[in-house]
């Protein structure tokens, strides 16, 4: 893993054509901004993470009534999958 030390407007390239920029950083957050074709998925490891569990548990269920939409929510302390980082 490379660690780099970046302050806010600083970027990192990544290849040609992917261009990582520090946004803001607040506490222990840091906010960033991702420039790259519209080819690459980006994707929060988190969302990943919760949406892979919820279908190994719906998959599992398999008709027990369970509600993978609930179980994802609360998977992600009910931010939905659209909230900020």
């Known amino acids: ?42 994707q929060r490891e988190e969302v990943v993470r919760a949406v892979t569990e919820a279908n190994a548990e719906a998959a599992a269920a398999a008709g027990a009534g369970d509600d993978a939409e609930a179980r994802l929510r609360r998977a992600l302390g009910d931010r939905g999958a659209t909230g900020d980082a």
């Open 1 to 42: 893993m490379l660690v780099l030390t970046r302050k806010v407007g600083e970027r990192i390239l990544v290849g040609d054509d992917i261009v990582i920029t520090v946004l803001d950083s607040r506490g222990d957050g840091v906010r960033i901004g991702i420039d790259a074709p519209r080819g690459v998925k980006i």
